[in-house]
């Protein structure tokens, strides 16, 4: 079975530093990974998204993240924090083939100091 | 424009009694999901559905029920016999995986229940 771990449920970074948000996973198959946010009392917005091809992905917002395989990792940047950027992001890893499900992560709470 | 509708946005209940959560898409996706969030918990799934008149069970199913009657709707009912229900749910829908399209899950609002 898939599983993913998030490390830092909470993390704080000031405004306009490097923010870095970490994802491993566990699989058997290849994955596919996924980043959202979610704002406060809202739903969750897909940031990106690593099916195949290029390991780098770039997303929306100025995120992207790279799938390293060899450390089963697909951690989330960005390289200057904005206030806009608090929020709640977790990680997400297809449950393989056959079916659409996801496994996600227990989330990380990012806090940016003005 | 498309996307998951969820209401309502607050939900109160008395405990003892059922409610049931409203949830319509209008993306034409054919597997919806139900979660339910929980701090520090991230989301654990409760049921999903991959065509109509047919859903699964997910982690945490006990007290719970759904129907799938179109394919645009998914509404979950939250059963006395749910232990704790106050709780953040989300509502989902994807393509399917047979459909060669990465499956990204797209999300409602959510709505926040309370039982006292």
């Known amino acids: 079975a898939q599983s993913v771990t998030q490390l830092g449920s909470h993390v704080s970074v000031s405004e306009g530093a490097l923010v870095l948000l970490r994802c491993n996973y566990s699989?058997?198959?290849?994955?596919?990974l996924f980043w959202y946010v979610q704002y406060p009392n809202q739903g969750l917005q897909l940031l990106l998204k690593y099916t195949t091809g290029a390991t780098l992905v770039k997303g929306i917002n100025g995120f992207e993240a790279e799938f390293k395989k060899s450390e089963t990792s697909f951690h989330l940047t960005k390289p200057s924090a904005h206030m806009s950027d608090a929020a709640e992001y977790f990680c997400?890893?297809?449950?393989?083939?056959?079916?659409?499900?996801?496994?996600f992560g227990t989330g990380t709470r990012l806090t940016i100091i003005p | 424009d498309g996307g998951i509708t969820q209401s309502p946005k607050y939900l109160f209940r008395k405990e003892g009694q059922n409610v049931t959560l409203s949830c319509e898409q209008n993306?034409?996706?054919?597997?919806m999901y139900w979660y339910r969030q929980d701090p520090g918990q991230g989301l654990r799934l409760i049921y999903y559905?991959?065509?109509?008149?047919?859903?699964q069970k997910g982690d945490i199913a006990e007290g719970y029920s759904v129907s799938r009657e179109k394919k645009e709707s998914f509404p979950l009912t939250v059963t006395s016999a749910q232990k704790n229900p106050t709780a953040f749910y989300l509502c989902?829908?994807?393509?399917?995986?047979?459909?060669?399209?990465?499956?990204?899950?797209?999300f409602g609002p959510g709505t926040r229940l309370t039982v006292t």
């Open positions: 699989s058997s198959v290849p994955p596919y």
């Open positions: 559905s991959q065509i109509v008149n047919d859903f």
């Open positions: 989902a829908s994807s393509t399917l995986y047979t459909s060669g399209t990465p499956y990204e899950q797209y």
């Open positions: 997400a890893v297809s449950d393989g083939f056959g079916n659409e499900k996801l496994t």
């Open positions: 993306l034409n996706h054919d597997a």
